[in-house]
């Protein structure tokens, strides 16, 4: 209930659209009845050969109805479906603003196609909430009310017999069809939300399940899964269609009892004849607004169960905030990494273990050191993806947790190892750093990053599409891409997390020497550990198991015959050997 009652709450933005259609609604049914049962009396009545003016009114009425029965349901479907619709649109843009503040740290707890499902299938799931169970629940209660006061004024008799079956057919068959339909329901969920992760991942690996010929074993998976859900909907559908026979049984087991009981009260003299069809067509045409009341306790189970999956993930804290009063951030600030503790889980392992470094504003260091020493960490915790467990990092002398996430981001460029390249044209992946800027300015970066070549080549140069994950290029273009869009942000610090990484020896050299131009008067930290272009480097620091062992220029380092010497040593021979 809490969560129905969460759902319900969103439908707080649009109050009156949601009233006019619930009303609409209720017009929709009482024109349908109205219709039915004065089209009834009115024949009955016309058998008499009364007055012509005595039956104007009825005549005017089933007129009206017949009118106004396809304008409410058309007025009704119009303004229901645009209340949803714009209630699906501000929960996903509630659902992605809840995960932006988790991002990184929290979501890689989750698997991305999973994520994925929460915010398109689920979110459409909970169209169910207005359309199905929300408006047809207070439509039929409308109804019920108005078909009791009708038959009231007849027969009190009557009108308690007639709320029995409407009861019975509205609360009696949803609870019965909830029952069957809630585990079914909450089964189709998980069973597509874990389809649609089967698939993300099939597709986003496609390349090495073929390489390693486990693409059957991933069908077979995938062919499993459809099958649990074929049979999940099948049941589904079977509950469907025991629900629309009960809705018809007891809707003309209704109009039969009112007979039976009705045609003695007219033979009494309690009735007049002419009604007698007028009240056999009242519950039956109110059965019209309760007959959907057994699909909205069908979907309820799976709308709650959609809910439930987006408010868990919504519901997460996020590790990192902003704090209450951001500090500003200063224009040309330094980098500076004070006794920083950090590990990605409780596991004890810790990614960095007491480092202390300082980069003053305009000068640059380098960390090198093997692979899993750390070094990309540094990247993550300057940019506040994480904050660290202990110590402090610090930029232009103030802990980067008194600045707003977004300003301390603004201050920073960055070229990490796997950039991610979005499904579009060059421009537009460029762009990302700077919406504002110039044509001149994307071709000055564009031509540092050393992709003139590559968007010469191109028949529609930087508009050319780069596909998916920019596979259309290769990968040392799409380094290049990234380094191209961290020198367009033109921020005064820059973190190059392996920008070379993917590039041949020349390439390597000639994209370093841009970069030294185009940062000569930025803060830079390099992260690699490919020991080029160390001389232009104000001071190295060599990280090892998540500790700093070594630090100073590239001629001391090579003077100690410590773990930087050996890294040079052994990159020479392999270039040699090459």
Do not use: C
């Not at 496609?206 to 059957?216: I, M, P, R, Y």
């Not at 564009?446 to 191109?458: K, M, N, P, Q, W």
């Not at 993917?502 to 390439?507: I, M, S």
């Amino acid at each position: 209930m809490r969560v129905l009652l969460r759902l319900l709450g969103f439908l707080g933005a649009h109050p009156w659209r949601a009233a006019l259609a619930v009303l609409l609604g209720v017009a929709t049914v009482a024109s349908n009845v109205g219709l039915l049962a004065l089209s009834a009396f009115l024949i009955a009545a016309a058998a008499l050969k009364p007055e012509l003016a005595a039956l104007s009114v009825p005549i005017y009425l089933v007129r009206f109805f017949g009118v106004s029965r396809g304008f409410a349901r058309y007025a009704e479907r119009v303004v229901s479906h645009d209340v949803t619709f714009r209630l699906l649109r501000n929960l996903r843009i509630w659902f992605y603003e809840r995960l932006e503040p988790l991002a990184p740290s929290r979501l890689l707890e989750h698997h991305s196609g999973d994520l994925l499902d929460r915010a398109v299938e689920d979110v459409d799931e909970l169209q169910n909430v207005y359309l199905r169970i929300f408006s047809p629940i207070l439509v039929a209660a409308f109804t019920v009310s108005a078909t009791f006061a009708v038959f009231w004024v007849f027969s009190p008799l009557l009108a308690f017999v007639a709320l029995g079956f409407l009861v019975a057919a509205g609360v009696g068959v949803p609870l019965l069809v909830d029952a069957l339909a809630r585990r079914t329901g909450r089964q189709q969920v998980e069973l597509r939300a874990e389809l649609s992760a089967q698939l993300v991942d099939s597709v986003q690996g496609v390349q090495d399940l073929l390489a390693f010929g486990a693409e059957k074993e991933r069908r077979d998976r995938i062919s499993e899964i459809n099958r649990k859900l074929a049979r999940a909907q099948r049941r589904m559908a079977l509950i469907e269609g025991l629900q629309g026979s009960l809705n018809d049984l007891l809707s003309n087991l209704a109009m039969l009892v009112l007979l039976v009981l009705a045609i003695p009260l007219v033979s009494g003299g309690e009735i007049r004849g002419v009604y007698l069809a007028f009240l056999a067509l009242v519950i039956l045409g109110s059965f019209e607004a309760i007959t959907p009341l057994g699909s909205a306790f069908q979907f309820l189970g799976r709308s709650l169960s959609a809910a439930g999956r987006l408010f868990e993930i919504a519901d997460e804290e996020p590790q990192v905030r902003d704090p209450q009063n951001p500090a500003p951030v200063p224009e040309r600030p330094g980098l500076e990494f004070r006794r920083v503790t950090f590990s990605y889980s409780n596991s004890g392992s810790k990614a960095l273990d007491d480092v202390s470094f300082e980069i003053k504003a305009g000068s640059r260091v380098a960390v090198v050191g093997p692979s899993g020493s750390g070094k990309s960490t540094l990247a993550r915790l300057a940019l506040r993806f994480w904050d660290p467990d202990g110590g402090e990092v610090l930029l232009g002398g103030r802990d980067v947790r008194e600045y707003a996430q977004e300003d301390l981001r603004e201050k920073i460029g960055l070229v990490a190892q796997d950039t991610h390249i979005f499904n579009g044209t060059l421009r537009r992946n460029l762009l990302l750093a700077r919406p504002e800027a110039t044509q001149r300015e994307l071709e000055r970066a564009v031509e540092a990053a050393r992709l003139g070549g590559l968007v010469e080549s191109l028949p529609e140069g930087l508009d050319s599409w780069v596909g998916e994950q920019g596979l259309r290029i290769s990968g040392g273009e799409r380094q290049r891409l990234a380094v191209a869009r961290a020198l367009l942000k033109n921020a005064p610090i820059l973190l190059l997390d392996e920008p070379t990484a993917n590039l041949d020896t020349v390439t390597e050299q000639e994209l370093l020497g841009s970069i030294r131009e185009m940062v000569q008067d930025r803060t830079t930290l390099l992260i690699t550990h490919r020991l080029v272009g160390m001389e232009g480097m104000d001071e190295i620091l060599v990280l090892d198991k998540g500790r700093i062992v070594e630090r100073g220029t590239h001629a001391e380092l090579l003077r100690s015959s410590g773990l930087y010497r050996q890294m040079y040593d052994t990159q020479r021979e392999m270039l040699a050997a090459a």
